[in-house]
């Protein structure tokens, strides 16, 4: 995979080194081992900015992307959702070229984070409950929005992690606005030493369940390799999952 790619932050800064990613991000978020500062290590393991080598692989794994050149990366970049309120934030946003398409890559950093706290079906009751009590919430709007982007029966996604729902939806609503003909959602994992087993167990479960409900089979979800593409709001979509093994403070 060719990389010419130039990241800045959200504001246009540029990002030359790993501590440059750190302006989005403040307190808890920024620490040794967990996601955000992985992933931006990831990026500068020789302290040049270059594509993880799992991350080249996975993308590598499918043909459409045999000559992807990455052109731009700005991570948490915020794609707007459907209804008012806050945004899909996407933990790093790619952009990149083929011969054929052009294409938009968003990647949702996790060590052993879970994706949300609630599942479709918990959030949507949590709101109402809300709402009931007189909180002025559109999150049951938000969801009805969301799950005409994705399709299919809505009743399907009420075990889904939300957050996925998000994920999903803004791939491709900024695939859309980047007027690329392609989109791929990654779960970029990272196993350090704040890593708990069961969670990545938990996080895996939920990531399978999520393939199944989007059109993608449990049984080929596997690791490292691109699954796709399906369809999703009349955008061809690809997934995948990329596992990188590291130490914090490395």
Known sequence: MRTEVKFSTPDEAPITRWEDWARPKRGYQWVPGR???????????????????????????????????????????????????????????????TDRDSVTICIEAKVDEPFGNETIAEYRATALHRRGKGARTGAPERIDALLKIVGGPASAWDSIRYQLLTAICGTVLQAKQDSSSLAVFVVHEFRTDKTKLENVQRNSEDYERFLAVIGIPSPVATNGRLQGPVTVDGAEC?????????KAGE
């Open 35 to 97: 996601s955000a500062m992985e992933l931006a290590k990831a990026w500068f393991t020789d302290g040049h900015l270059s594509a993880p080598q799992e991350l080249t692989d996975l993308l590598h794994s499918h043909p459409r992307l045999n000559d992807l050149k990455l052109i731009r990366g700005v991570p948490e970049l915020v794609t707007s959702l459907p209804v008012r309120g806050e945004g899909r934030n996407h933990d790093l946003w790619l952009l990149g070229r």
């Open 238 to 246: 690809l997934l995948g999952k990329a596992v990188r093994r590291t």
